[in-house]
């Protein structure tokens, strides 16, 4: 499988070169830094990067220090801050999720920037060019000894859990869950987060406590 991976990672090398994409180059794989297979505990899913230069850091919903946070990032820290009243965020730098064994991906890990973008056809594009290596690192970790949550956000991440290559199994825990950024109406009319109520992280939490030597992840750590 392994070997694989790394015949797909040349493909992909290839194909990208032909293109303009974000996040820039050296941070594509952002989320894999400082990772091992053991050291895994979470992965969490999500759509495409973001498409400002400023905001793809190679981690999914994760921006730098500096940026504003985006609605994604706003209805993660609602939904910790609905489970911890004291938990409050000055910044959505999310690398110190990556440090705990979270990988932060999504179903591509690339997308064209903002303004070449005529958005819905690039993104499925990207996914399309991504979507092999992805099922299969998927399924490499799905198979590796310690129990890993997989969180799958959305639509395009819950597709990938549907794909047949991926089989489920009882050591791990597979979660769907609303995207961050999706949003609906209250019955007040007002518009609000569908991911907001969750309990994902609450729920991660819980096996990981009950299953893994590693313990659970301090998702207030920023």
Known sequence: MQEKIELQLEILKE???????????KRVFAFLKNTTPSTIRVIMIGKDPYDKPEQAT???FSVYKHVPLTVSLLNIYKELKRTNDNFNANHGCLSRWRNQGVL????????????????NSDVERHQDIWRGFIINLLIYINNQEQPVVFVFLGTDARDLRADVQ???????????????????VDSEGRPSSRFIGSNVFTACNKFLSEKSSQGPVDWFEL
């Open 104 to 119: 932060l991906m999504n179903a591509a890990l690339t997308v064209v920037p903002y303004s070449n973008s005529a958005r």
């Open 58 to 60: 190679g981690l999914a």
């Open 15 to 25: 194909t990208l070169s032909m293109v303009e994409y974000l996040p820039s180059r």
């Open 166 to 184: 991926f089989k489920e199994v009882p050591k791990n825990k597979y979660m769907d869950a609303y995207h961050p950024a999706d949003r609906n």
